[in-house]
């Protein structure tokens, strides 16, 4: 019996570590930008915090994605990126030369 528990946990651990990544797309319109946020599963983000970056990896503006999982920032002149990370092993990134 035990033996049997034990196989048929070893055959289920592997649907169990399958993980559902981060995924993000931006836009622009003149000066505001919108990211749409949430996994690779087709679930929705919403209440997740988006930050933007400065090239020197300083922290230039951190918003929370309202009820449609979108993100909204105002356009910022120099280097940056967009990160959405969830404590997965590579978060969601979007670059400003991307728009």
Known sequence: MLRSLLFTGCLLLPLLAQAHYPV????????????QVGFSDGTLAQGSEVVMYSY??????????????????????????IQFDVGHEMPAEFDYVEF
């Open 56 to 81: 020197a990896d300083e922290e230039l503006q951190r918003v929370v994605a309202d009820s449609s999982s979108t993100a909204h920032f105002n356009w910022h002149e120099g280097q940056f990126y």
């Open 24 to 35: 993000m797309d931006c836009s622009r319109k003149d000066t505001a930008i919108s990211c």
